[in-house]
């Protein structure tokens, strides 16, 4: 197996709970006249597909770094990495999570509006306000971007859920 099939099968396992964790959160109740005349209970937050990040870190981190989040910013063999991509507008929100020491759980996460995360990156210094973030390289060559969540602005910040 190469190192990104190990590191997708390990991050797969936990879709079903993420599944479960954002449904509760992007799913609404239906307004009366849809549930009265168009058979629908539920809605999401927009009115179109939603496209949904989602990043687990290894048991530890969360306590190491319990108010940071980390996005791959580039790769030894230099293809396109997710912050390149979210950065140029591909996704609506992310999931991002901390495996429990069991290796299972999900004890810790945030529901992270990617709309909002852009525009804090482009006022970036505007009227003062400073995103806190940095540079991680890992000794396999993957650069990772990290992003204090405290720093940006909204309450709660990001519109995190």
């Known amino acids: ?38 058979a629908t209970d539920l809605v999401t937050l927009d009115a179109r597909d939603m496209r949904i990040a989602a990043r687990v870190r290894r048991p530890g981190y969360s306590m190491l770094y319990p108010n940071q989040f ?20 591909y996704g609506d929100w992310m ?11 999900l004890p810790n996460w945030w529901l992270i509006d ?17 995103v806190r973030m940095g540079d991680k390289r890992n000794p396999d060559g993957t650069c990772f971007k990290w992003f204090d969540i405290r720093s940006f602005p909204g309450d709660p910040p990001l519109g995190v859920v």
């Not at 109740?29 to 168009?38: E, K, M, S």
């Not at 980390?70 to 507008?89: F, H």
């Not at 999931?95 to 759980?105: E, I, Q, R, T």
């Open 114 to 130: 990617l709309r909002a995360f852009r525009a804090a990156l482009i006022r970036h210094g505007a009227n003062g306000s400073f």
């Open 70 to 89: 980390t996005i791959r910013a580039q790769v030894p063999s230099g293809a396109e990495t997710e912050l390149s991509k979210i950065v140029n507008g």
């Open 1 to 38: 197996m190469t190192f990104y099939q190990v590191n997708r099968s390990w991050s797969d396992q936990f879709l079903p709970k993420i599944r479960r964790i954002v449904g509760g959160h992007l799913l609404k109740a239906a307004p009366d006249p849809l549930d009265h005349f168009q």
């Open 95 to 105: 999931f991002y999570g901390h495996a429990g020491v069991d290796g299972l759980s």
